[in-house]
């Protein structure tokens, strides 16, 4: 049997995914644009073997709990019947950054799964195809599969949903600086929230803004605007947060060292410095510079008290095969 090994960025979302049309296909309510963060990846090695009686789970060197088996292994039946075969897997996979904590670790997780699994059964899938499989194991993986800055068009069709990329890593020297200021799992995972959104009354005005903010966004990157990137995407931000936080029931992610974060940063931008900040399913911060500014902001997030440690990240490559 081979062992067929992928890697794959996770990606940080500029223009927010949050609420599906279709829930079991995971079409989104509204497309959504991000970067692929370089440096951070997720290894992911699979084995078909026929003399497994289950797909086996190995996560950071631990057996999986029995959730993360089961949507792996239904994540799986859908590269079984694109390729034709019943064989069960040996899965591992690790990944160089917290999980659950709002650092879109399913991204890189399920881009990379789809691409070693779907390589490892036979199957040579072009880079949409992929993109589309990725996305039925997370929504967001369907833009960390092609390169750099990624749109993610929302379709009532299968067929017609998954990343593009819209212009590759070198274009533009951003870094993401990310405090992290928890690594614990969040309690509430996205899976579940996305069907919380259409529960909060502010969800049809953020849909309703969304085509704009999306066109203006692959604007401001294919112009290298950064001032105008940094209002967009805090307002994207907020929108996305003002839905968690008034849905039924309410999901608040910010923690008191999160808001101190988000101050600091409205504080240094008000004093001449180019650095916004954008925050997913999580407390902790994605914080975005060109990068000549990154060794400075890093030291001054690392003295925000409750900052446990700040990682950093610059545009990233397309999910792909290694030896
Ligand atoms: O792909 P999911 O189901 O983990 O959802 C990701 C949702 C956010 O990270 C909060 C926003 C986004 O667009 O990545």
Redesign the pocket.
Known sequence: MTITTAVSHP???F????GNRNDEL?L?ASS?L?MNLAGLQTRTAVEFDSSLRNDTLLINRDTASQDQQRRVSDFLDLVRQLASIKTKARITTESNFPSGA?I????SA?AALALAASTAAGLSLDEQSLSRLARRG??????SVPSGFVV?QTSDKDGDSFGVSIAPPEHWALVDCIAIVSEREKAI???E??KLAATSTLQAARLAGAPHRLELCTKTILDRDFSTLADLIELDCHL?HAVMMTSHPPLHYWMPASLAIMEAVRGWRRDGLSVCYT????PNVHVLCPAGEADHLCARLEGIPGVIRVLRAGPGGPARIID
Not at 15 to 18: D, E, G, H, R, S
Not at 138 to 143: C, E, K, V
């Open positions: 990606n940080i979302a223009i927010k995914y949050w995971r989104p959504s991000s709002g879109a670790s399913s991204s399920f997370s929504g967001s993986a369907a833009r993610w995972g996205s899976t929230g996305h996305m925050l997913d399913a999580g």
